[in-house]
C-alpha cells in the first residue's frame, strides 16, 4: 500500500529587524555621500574663524595705544572669540543642513526605500537625529576651538590674550560647541514637519535668527519670549559680565539658557518622531 508522505517546505529566510548600530551606519553612509555637506560645512566654519579673526585684529589695533596696553584684561572679550556674524552664520548653515538630510530623502523618493526596510519610523528618525548631533558636535568642537585660539594668539601680541581656564571662557567654550548641533536638530526636526527644502530653509532661518529680533527685552512678556530663543541662549552664554543693576533691560539667566538648549532640540525631535510615525510617506 502507498502511503502519502507530505515533503516540508522550506520556510523563507527571515530578515532580522535591524538594529539601531545599523540604522545609524545607514544614516552616516547617507549623511555623507551628501556633496553639499561637506562644503557647507568648509564654508561655515570657516566664515566663522576668519570672522573671530578679523575681531581679533581689530581689538589688537584697538589695544596699541591702550592704557591696559601689557595688562591681563579685566575680563574676557567673547565677541571676539565668537563673533556673532561668523556664529549665527554657523546657526544657519548648522540648520539648513540638518533640514536637507531628510528633506532629500523626501525629494528623492528614499525615504520610501527606508520605511520598506525599516517599519519603525520613528527609529529611523532617532538614528538620524544621532549621526547628525555627532557630525554637528565635532564641527562645533572644531571651530570654537579654533576661533578661541586663533584670537588669543592674535591678542598675545598685546599681552591680552587669556587662557583656558579664564572665568567665563569654558562656559562660552561649551555654549559654542553646542549651538552647532542643536540648530541641525531643529533643522531636522523642521525638515520632516515641512518636507519642502526651500519652505524648511525660510522657517529655520526665520526661528534661530529674525524671531528673537522681533521681541524686547524691556517688557517682562517680551523678554520672557526673546530669552526662549536659542541665539539670545548663547549671546547670554558667552557673556562673560553681570547685566547692569540699573538697566531698563531684562536679562537672560544662565540656567535658564541651559534650559533653552535641552528643551529646543528635544522638542524638535520629538516632535519629529511623532509626525512620521502617524503620517504616511
Excluded at 523563507?12 to 557647507?40: H, N, Q, Y
Excluded at 523642521?190 to 519652505?199: D, E, P, Q
Aim: proline share 6%.
Amino acid at each position: 500500500m502507498n502511503t502519502l508522505t507530505s515533503v516540508p517546505t522550506p520556510r523563507a529566510a527571515v530578515e532580522p529587524p535591524a538594529r539601531f548600530g545599523d540604522l545609524i551606519a545607514s544614516e552616516w553612509i547617507k549623511l555623507r555621500s551628501l556633496r553639499s555637506t561637506w562644503w557647507t560645512i568648509a564654508l561655515g566654519a570657516l566664515f566663522a574663524i576668519g570672522s573671530a579673526a578679523v575681531a581679533g585684529l581689530a581689538d589688537y589695533r584697538n589695544l596699541a595705544g591702550s592704557a591696559t596696553h601689557g595688562q591681563q584684561p579685566p575680563d574676557f572679550l567673547p565677541f571676539d572669540a565668537f563673533p556673532p556674524s561668523g556664529y549665527m552664520t554657523l546657526m544657519l548653515v548648522a540648520g539648513s543642513a540638518g533640514a536637507i538630510s531628510v528633506v532629500s530623502e523626501y525629494s528623492s523618493g528614499l525615504i520610501r526605500t527606508t520605511t520598506v526596510a525599516v517599519p519603525a519610523r520613528g527609529s529611523v528618525v532617532l538614528a538620524k537625529a544621532t549621526v547628525t548631533a555627532a557630525l554637528w558636535t565635532a564641527v562645533g568642537t572644531a571651530v570654537s576651538f579654533a576661533s578661541f585660539f586663533v584670537v588669543q594668539a592674535i591678542l598675545n601680541g598685546r599681552h591680552a590674550g587669556v587662557g583656558l581656564t579664564h572665568p567665563g571662557v569654558p562656559r562660552a567654550l561649551v555654549a559654542s560647541v553646542l549651538v552647532t548641533p542643536i540648530c541641525a536638530l531643529i533643522g531636522l526636526g523642521l525638515g520632516v514637519l515641512i518636507r519642502h527644502s526651500a519652505a524648511t530653509i525660510a522657517v529655520c532661518a526665520f526661528t534661530l535668527l529674525m524671531l528673537p529680533t522681533v521681541f524686547s527685552a524691556r517688557r517682562r512678556w517680551s523678554a520672557d519670549i526673546q530669552h526662549a530663543m536659542v541665539l539670545t541662549a548663547w549671546r547670554r552664554l558667552i557673556q562673560n559680565w553681570q547685566p547692569q543693576p540699573g538697566s531698563l533691560m531684562l536679562s537672560a539667566t544662565v540656567p535658564g539658557s541651559w534650559v533653552v538648549y535641552a528643551l529646543w532640540p528635544l522638542i524638535a525631535v520629538a516632535l519629529a518622531v511623532l509626525v512620521v510615525r502617524r503620517r504616511d510617506v
